[in-house]
């Protein structure tokens, strides 16, 4: 691998000081092609957004792509470092991550078995983007996860015919440092070319303890001829990010708080604590390895043939390969639930024991997809699909056990659940945009998915009624047909107008079945979304309105019932539904200053919904739990309001920008009580850059951004556990207790950014 570099580096070099003009017209228009099948265009009547190479390029100082999507209407970022980097997530329309498609070169990325993606797993992704687009709503048809609110398609860097190098750094607040370097070939002997990058990232976080040591690489190589383009990609990242998942602590009684940022710092990190219930103490030991570990490699051979100008045809193949695991200190556990059995410890047998346990995933994905393009005249037609297997398996270690006697009950290292799991997804569809007249397009979109989705072997819960683990054995198939239909009518080069329904369904995901009560299995999701939208544009404003109405039949969320181990379950409730408004403004303010803006307006409801809380005995044994009938109520993390603001200015040498956004109150149940939820917050970046005029450089530019410019003390994220205690069988259950974790965001903040381009 180190002589491959060295020869590659080389390479570059060597085509860097040899560099001759080329012609680059046939390379970009088919490297154009290869993202025709699950992008949309301006006569496609959809919501959507697109960010460009310059928009990354500016924001790409260190922090995560969910944090670059904030630049687009309806989107939520959060991070649980509190600074972008590391575990970070999104949510768009109030749809979590789990529930949206998002693919790279037209290739799934979502995990086929939890449905979300880990960017920890992508580390400096960001730096091999070309541009991205994102669909609202079920958009277009795309191979992998059901597309259940909204489709991110990424598209990575074309390769430049010349040489070129780039060293880029950043380094700020909380000891972040960014180091990536790119080198690339350009043409070699005028059909191949070759590029890269590796990156390392470091962070100490915001929130005490959040380190993050994250190493990525890309690499491509292509041969191109007039009318054939083959690609081979690969990227990946090697992750180690200390926990942060369980948030900040606190808890009300009564909607009276009784531990909270008073008490402890707003920094404050539970995760790997050594001491039950001892928060107050200031040096209480905290597990030094109480980490997240993951190693994910992707591969993709893509092929593109342009047969004719009416005629392309698509294909790609595809294998990812991750392995990981995160280990944590657990307080006072029961052996029986580790298949440990007692030991005697200083003349006492041991039932309960502080332990060190290790969760193991060890998955390959791999298919092929396809799209044959056709457009000619008034049609413009896609046919196209895929085919997808994953196959992971599941397991635990116990590697320590406290005052453990060295007897043979125990083994460092061995397994106490292991479980397989298997996922066929396949698709094929057809979509078709027809030009009535010079105005009027009507857009037809169908697409059939298959799924077969297995696991079997014991989960890492112990089943309480049959003194066992968990067992799994779980075989669901699924078909599911998804129409779109719409049409699109431009009166004008400034005025246009559309509208479109679709269908969507998606699958439960692994830990819907493996948390389902013996009685009440997950079924599918349906979502039928319709959107109406008008946009204007002229030589110095543009503005648009999209009004959705997404209805779900059986969406599938927490209601606060467990099943018969004590797990949360996911339940299926038969109605609900998201509507809203989009608005989106563009100005030309003048030559040097321009302003972006957008707003949405929503209401996010569940009609009927009843609420499942823990019942607790006076000795806080589960007793059982109160059914309370609620009616209407808000869906959790889904803000009625959220809006975004961009100010760029461009003069000479010099460039900034302005972000702001403001996110309106959210629950973080699906209660709509006041008592539990996030409130509204307005964070505003600032970002300025200055290009130096240097002699043999392409760039040399120093950036400085500051994020929360005027110290918003705020939280993007929480989770809250709500009980009752029943203090004797005579009396009411009327003390209510929450349990919570927030995710504070870091306050003001800075980071500098060197970038030198060859």
């Known amino acids: 691998m180190k002589k491959v570099f060295i020869f590659w580096t080389a390479l570059a070099v060597s085509q860097l000081l040899s560099a001759q003009k080329q012609d680059t017209l046939k390379t970009i228009q088919i490297q154009e092609v290869q993202i025709i099948a699950n992008r949309v265009s301006d006569k496609t009547p959809l919501a959507y957004s697109n960010i460009d190479k ?16 904030t630049l687009t209407p309806s989107v939520v970022a959060t991070s649980d470092a509190g600074t972008g980097i590391g575990y970070t997530g999104f949510r768009i329309r109030g749809t ?9 070169n037209g290739i799934p990325l979502n995990d086929s078995e939890s449905q979300g993606v880990f960017w920890v797993n992508m580390p400096d992704f960001t730096s091999s983007l070309e541009d991205l687009q994102i669909q609202r709503g079920v958009g277009t048809s795309t191979s992998g996860a059901a597309a259940f609110g909204a489709s991110i398609n990424m598209k990575t860097e074309n390769l430049p015919s010349k040489a070129y190098g780039e060293i880029n750094g950043t380094y700020g607040s909380f000891n972040t440092s960014k180091a990536t370097l790119k080198l690339g070939t350009g043409r070699i002997a005028d059909h191949w070319s070759f590029d890269g990058r590796l990156s390392s990232i470091t962070s100490d976080g915001y929130i005490d303890r959040t380190s993050a040591d994250l190493k990525s690489y890309f690499f491509q190589g292509e041969y191109f001829n007039h009318n054939t383009l083959v690609k081979f990609i690969t990227f990946g990242g090697l992750e180690k990010t200390y926990h942060a998942w369980d948030g900040v602590p606190m808890y009300k009684k009564n909607g009276v708080v009784s531990f909270d940022y008073a008490n402890i710092s707003r920094t404050f990190n539970p995760s790997g604590h050594m001491k039950e219930d001892d928060y107050s103490r200031p040096l209480s030991p905290f597990y030094d390895n109480q980490t997240d570990n993951y190693d994910q490699k992707h591969y993709q051979l893509i092929a593109t043939h342009i047969f004719n100008p009416s005629l392309q045809l698509n294909a790609a193949l595809h294998y990812t390969q991750g392995e990981g695991y995160y280990e944590e200190y657990k307080i006072g556990r029961k052996l029986i639930e580790y298949d440990l059995t007692p030991f005697t410890y200083d003349g006492a047998t041991i039932k309960e024991s502080d332990l060190v346990r290790q969760k193991w995933l060890a998955n390959d ?15 413009d037609v896609i046919f196209g699909g895929g085919a997808n297997n994953y196959v992971c398996d599941h397991f635990g270690k116990i590697i320590w056990v406290k005052n ?6 125990f083994t460092p290292g061995q397994e106490y659940y292991r479980s397989d799991s298997r996922k066929t997804d396949a698709n094929i569809y057809l979509k078709a945009n027809y030009a009535l007249t010079g105005k009027l397009n009507i857009y037809g979109d169908v697409q059939y998915r298959f799924i077969d989705y297995k696991t079997k072997g014991t989960n890492d819960v112990w089943d309480k009624i049959n003194k066992t683990m968990q067992a799994l054995d779980i075989h669901e198939k699924f078909s599911f047909f998804n129409p779109k239909a719409g049409v699109f009518y431009r009166f004008n080069s400034q005025n246009d107008v559309y509208a479109s329904f679709a269908m969507a369904h998606r699958e439960p995901n692994r830990n819907n079945y493996t948390n389902a009560s013996s009685n009440e299995k997950p079924t599918y999701e349906t979502l039928f979304d319709y959107e109406l939208g008008y946009h204007f544009k002229s030589k110095r404003f543009a503005a648009g309105v999209n009004l959705y109405y997404m209805k779900y ?19 299926n409730i038969p109605d609900s539904y998201r509507t809203g408004v989009e608005l989106t403004l563009a100005a030309k303010i003048c030559p040097w200053l321009k302003w972006n803006g957008n707003l949405t307006l929503s209401q996010n409801k569940i009609n009927d919904f009843t609420e499942y809380v823990d019942l607790f005995d006076e000795n806080w044994d589960l007793s059982g739990q109160v059914k309370n009938s609620l009616g209407d109520t808000q ?15 461009d003069y000479k040498n010099w460039d900034a920008g302005l972000q702001s ?8 149940d699906n209660t709509g009580n006041d008592e539990r939820c996030l409130n509204p917050y307005f964070v505003n970046n600032l970002r300025l850059g200055y290009s130096f005029g240097v002699k043999n450089l392409k760039t040399l530019k120093l950036s400085v951004l500051v994020n929360n410019l005027f110290n918003e003390q705020y939280e993007s994220n929480a989770w809250v556990y709500s009980y009752y205690q029943q203090p004797n069988a005579s009396d009411s259950y009327t003390d209510r207790y929450a349990d919570y974790g927030y995710f504070p965001q870091a306050g003001t903040n800075v980071l500098v950014n060197l970038c030198v381009k060859f």
């Open 54 to 69: 310059e928009d990354i390029e500016r924001q790409n100082f260190v922090q995560d792509i969910p944090f670059l999507l």
């Open 96 to 104: 979590d991550a789990n529930r949206i498609n998002i693919t790279t």
């Open 365 to 379: 994905f791999y298919g092929g997809i396809f799209s044959l393009n056709y457009k000619k005249q008034k049609w």
């Open 404 to 409: 453990y006697t060295g007897d043979d009950h």
């Open 553 to 571: 039949d059986n969406q599938l969320i927490l209601t606060g019932k467990i099943n018969e181990i004590g797990e949360p379950l996911t339940s």
């Open 635 to 649: 869906i959790a993390f889904s803000p009625n309001f959220i809006a975004g603001s961009m100010f760029s200015f």
């Open 661 to 668: 956004n403001f996110v309106g109150k959210q629950y973080i």
